[in-house]
Nanobody, 119 residues
Framework: QVQLVESGGGLVQPGGSLRLSCAAS????????VGWYRQAPGKQREPVATITRGGTPTYADSVKGRFTISRDNAKNTMYLQMNSLKPEDTAVYYC?????????????WGQGTQVTVSS
């Protein structure tokens, strides 16, 4: 069974920084594309950033130049460095990963971590 465990959320002032981490554990053969999504109150979950196994990132226009996604394949861990945070970045952030196990490839979600940007 695969689990994704997130950490690093919290309360930060506008202009501040946070770093989210997401570690995958279980009977993992390989991890393919991974990404971060967020859901603000009353809104749908939206993609923030994704990164392929080879390291090619994509970003939502709203976070380009402020957020950086990265991964450590050896540790089955992904990261989201968030700089110049704005109040509109406030949301629950979820990690997502396409993981190959002996049963095949499937998408998995973390439990979510709250990020609040407020003065």
């Amino acid at each position: 069974q695969v689990q994704l465990v997130e950490s690093g959320g919290g309360l930060v002032q506008p202009g501040g920084s946070l770093r989210l981490s997401c570690a995958a554990s279980g009977s993992i053969f390989s991890t393919n594309t991974v990404g971060w999504y967020r859901q603000a109150p009353g809104k749908q979950r939206e993609p923030v950033a994704t990164i392929t196994r080879g390291g090619t990132p994509t970003y939502a226009d709203s976070v380009k130049g402020r957020f950086t996604i990265s991964r450590d394949n050896a540790k089955n861990t992904m990261y989201l460095q968030m700089n110049s945070l704005k109040p509109e970045d406030t949301a629950v952030y979820y990690c997502n990963a396409y993981i190959q196990t002996k049963e095949g490839i499937a998408g998995y979600w973390g439990q979510g971590t709250q990020v609040t940007v407020s003065s």
